[in-house]
């Protein structure tokens, strides 16, 4: 009997204690700009989070007003100038595309890193500096990070190896991107997601550089013939907050949204991995798609001599160029963090 009365105490005390967990959120309500409204990671990642997940594990108190970027007719490169602003409570930011300040590029370097797992290390190595540098330029606080899928090159006409990118246009998203292409001989080309269908159809562009399953959802199939996967990056996302929505918040609620957003984090990157496979079936026929009727691109690997010319290139033209453009001190914090993970100097 005493045992029976001793576990019903025990219930009724955590019941008693999540009741009160629960009361001392506060109630509230976020401005939300997510990532593209046609992909994956709003459908999939965002957009799930922001509209079921959060208010239930809120007990409702928790919710938000979320929409992709796209949708709101605005770019990119605008997110973080619009938190500072206070538009946004929170946005779901590429790095590669508000990247005004260099430092903030050596969260995604072009042709560093080769597999999900050492672009999930890098940007945990680089977060504190990246955090610390959105807090003070655009008053925000990172609160999780992840990617887009494998991104390579989509190309019209035949591209058998890395020396068939040279004399091309290619469509980037930023400038490390850019600077790889140009080592390779290309000339880069920045527009925005958007347009580089209508440019790959009218010759504006020959190549773009895009995610396995964002090539096969924005039908870059349509206008291209190759796809040459030569990895490139996977294109990180962070999701930032307002300090002063986060200064507003009290400590059980902060916390509450700091795990929630970590466990986002986890399930976003596993999400992204997975697909990115599926990305290459889609575009090419070459596995099983799940998404829709299959296309049928060429479907060609980089052979050795292709992998170590992008290497050359990232060692002597791209870190070159970013120790350039970030300068003495922000390359010493690349190389003290990113740079330990992979094994390399930027500057030297």
Not at 16 to 26: I, M, P, R, S, V
Not at 226 to 238: A, E, K, L, R, S
Request: aromatic share 8%; net charge positive.
């Amino acid at each position: 009997m005493k045992k029976v009365a001793a576990v019903a105490a025990l219930a009724g005390a955590l019941a008693f204690a999540g009741q009160a967990g629960a009361q001392d959120l506060n109630t509230k309500q976020f401005k939300v700009a997510g990532t593209f409204g046609n992909l994956t990671n709003w459908n999939a990642i965002e957009k799930p989070f922001w509209a079921e997940t959060m208010p239930k594990a809120s007990g409702g108190k928790i919710t938000a007003q979320a929409t992709p970027f796209t949708e709101l007719g605005l770019k990119g490169s605008e997110l973080m100038r619009l938190v500072k602003l206070g538009v946004f409570d929170v946005v779901h930011a590429l790095p590669i595309y508000f990247a005004e300040d260099p430092a903030i590029e050596g969260i995604d370097i072009a042709g560093l890193v080769k597999d999900f797992g050492t672009a999930r290390k890098v940007a945990d190595a680089y977060l504190p500096v990246l955090d610390d540098l959105l807090q003070k330029k655009y008053g925000a606080k990172i609160l999780n990070h992840y990617s887009f899928p494998a991104q390579s090159f989509y190309c019209r006409g035949d591209i058998k190896t890395v020396s068939d990118l040279k004399g091309k246009k290619v469509r980037v998203q930023g400038a490390s991107q850019g600077d790889l292409v140009e080592g390779l001989g290309g000339t880069s080309v920045t527009i925005t997601f958007a347009e580089v269908v209508p440019a790959l159809e009218k010759g504006a562009v020959d190549c773009g550089i895009t995610g396995t399953m964002p090539a096969y959802k924005a039908k870059w199939w349509q206008v291209t013939n190759t796809n040459f996967y030569m990895p490139v990056g996977y294109t990180i996302v962070v999701t930032a907050i307002s300090l002063n929505s986060w200064n507003a918040l009290n400590k059980p609620t902060q916390d509450f949204i700091a795990k929630q957003m970590k466990d986002l984090e986890n399930h976003a990157w596993k999400t992204v991995e997975a697909e990115s496979d599926e990305g290459i079936a889609c575009n090419t026929g070459v596995g099983k798609c799940g998404q829709g009727d299959p296309a049928k691109l060429a479907h060609v690997k980089p052979g050795d001599a292709d992998l170590k010319e992008r290497d050359r290139v990232l060692k002597e033209v791209v870190l070159k160029r970013f120790a350039q453009r970030c300068g003495a001190d922000c390359t010493k914090k690349w190389n003290d963090t990113v740079g330990k993970i992979v094994g390399m100097q930027a500057g030297g």
